[in-house]
């Protein structure tokens, strides 16, 4: 089984994935786990992902296939949770698999309403500083939330289309155990 997972910022993604990984047994890569370990390398590729996290944009495409790769090379079942986040890095990841020989099982679209979602972040943004004195994630400024959902809807909703197909819509209202039910019974027809 090999399996995209995405949605928008807060649509808990990284949540589920997780969850589904242990669930299904499928090694659990999170671009921005990836990412996040290069920036604390301090390497130039590392800085450079940094401040375009920094800013809410998306890693170019060109080092997320690098990373991305690099990071499921040699596996055979997988959940990629944060990748691909547009239709070019679609395509590329395509190729890349039918190159290795194999492809796709589907891909799973966490859908939230943008409000809830934009709950969740700002949530998530004060339950960490609680825990942690002087803690900041870049990402989860407000600012920052508001340009992530912009670049979200021009890059990565278009992913739904694209992934027509092969594309499985899992309603991610809920709590996260009602959530991870919802995903389990949509991918039964996929196993």
Request: charged fraction near 25%; include cysteine; charge should be positive.
């Amino acid at each position: 089984m090999k399996i995209v997972f995405f949605g928008s910022p807060g649509s808990g993604k990284g949540t589920q994935a997780t969850e589904l990984a242990t669930g299904y047994s499928l090694t659990h890569v999170s671009t921005g786990e990836l990412f996040r370990a290069k920036v604390l390398d301090h390497t130039r590729i590392g800085r450079r992902i940094g401040d375009t996290i920094a800013a809410g944009s998306l890693v170019d495409d060109i080092t997320a296939n690098y990373v991305l790769f690099k990071a499921i090379d040699g596996l055979n079942r997988f959940l990629v949770d944060g990748y691909p986040r547009n239709v070019a890095q679609a395509k590329i990841f395509d190729v890349h698999l039918d190159n290795l020989g194999t492809g796709l099982t589907c891909a799973l679209f966490i859908d939230v309403p943008v409000e809830v979602a934009e709950e969740r972040l700002i949530r998530r943004r004060s339950q960490r500083q609680d825990k942690v004195v002087n803690y900041k994630r870049a990402d989860d400024a407000p600012a920052v939330i508001h340009h992530r959902f912009d670049v979200y809807r021009k890059q990565t909703e278009p992913l739904i289309q694209y992934y027509s197909d092969r594309i499985i819509r899992v309603d991610g209202t809920g709590t996260p155990t009602q959530v991870t039910r919802k995903i389990v019974k949509a991918l039964q027809e996929w196993e």
